[in-house]
C-alpha cells in the first residue's frame, strides 16, 4: 500500500479521490487537509517513520495554497514527492508550483488507472507531467543560469553525477539501483546530496540544472 496526504478544500474532490483510491485496493489515505496550512500541521504530528510517501496538492486553498505549502514542505521534507492537483486552465499555477518544488501534476477527473500511475510514478521519482509543462520548467531554469557551470563545481562525485543522469531519463530509483549495482537505499543517499549539492529540493529541479548546464 502507497500511503498518500490530501490537500484539498473542495470536500466533494475529496470524497471522490477516497472512494476512487478504496476501488483500486493500492491506496492508503493517511492525511486529509482542506489546505496546506492543515497538511503541514498533519505532518508534523506523524512520526518520521510513517510520514506520507506522495502527497496530492491542490492549488487554489484557502489560508495557505498549494503553491505556498509545496515551497514549505519541500523545505522540512525535501524526498515527499509533491503531486499537483489541477484542472486545464492553471497552466500558470502549476508552474509556479513546480518552481517550488512539486515533483509533477495531474488533472482533476483522470480515470482511477492515471490517478495510480501517477502516484506510483513520483514515488519512484519519475515526472508525472505533460511535455508542455516540462518544457516550460526547462525554459525558467535555462533562462535563469545562462552561463554553463561544471558538475566539479557542484562538488558532485563520480556516481552522484552517473545517477543524476540516470534520474534525467526518468529512470526509477530501483532500476538505478539495478544499474549501478546498489541498493535503492544507497541511491536514496546518493539523490538527498545531488539534492543538497545542487541546492533543489525534486527531480525536476535537478534535471533542469543538469539540462541547462548541458551534463546529459
Request: net charge negative; aromatic share 6%; charged share 30%.
Amino acid at each position: 500500500m502507497i500511503k498518500i496526504a490530501i490537500a484539498e478544500d473542495n470536500k466533494d474532490v475529496r470524497d471522490s479521490l477516497i472512494k476512487v483510491f478504496e476501488l483500486l485496493g493500492e491506496i492508503e489515505v493517511q492525511i486529509i487537509a482542506a489546505n496546506g496550512r492543515e497538511l503541514l500541521q498533519q505532518l508534523e504530528q506523524l512520526e518520521q517513520g510513517i510520514k506520507p510517501e506522495v502527497v496530492l496538492m491542490d492549488i487554489e486553498m484557502p489560508e495557505m495554497d498549494g503553491i505556498e505549502a509545496t515551497k514549505q514542505l519541500k523545505k522540512i521534507y525535501p524526498d515527499i514527492p509533491v503531486i499537483i492537483l489541477t484542472v486545464v486552465n492553471q497552466k500558470d499555477s502549476v508552474f509556479q508550483a513546480l518552481k517550488n518544488g512539486a515533483n509533477g501534476y495531474i488533472l482533476k477527473g483522470e480515470k482511477p488507472k492515471a490517478i495510480l500511475e501517477a502516484i506510483k510514478q513520483a514515488k519512484e521519482g519519475r515526472l508525472p507531467m505533460t511535455p508542455e509543462i516540462a518544457a516550460l520548467t526547462i525554459a525558467f531554469f535555462s533562462g535563469h543560469h545562462e552561463q554553463a557551470t561544471s558538475q566539479e563545481d557542484y562538488d558532485l562525485t563520480k556516481r552522484e553525477a552517473e545517477i543524476l543522469s540516470y534520474l534525467c531519463k526518468g529512470m526509477t530509483y530501483k532500476k538505478i539501483a539495478d544499474e549501478c549495482f546498489i541498493s535503492q537505499r544507497t541511491v536514496n543517499t546518493h539523490i538527498e546530496n545531488i539534492y543538497r549539492k545542487l541546492n533543489v529540493h525534486s527531480a525536476v529541479e535537478a534535471s533542469n540544472v543538469a539540462r541547462k548546464n548541458r551534463w546529459v
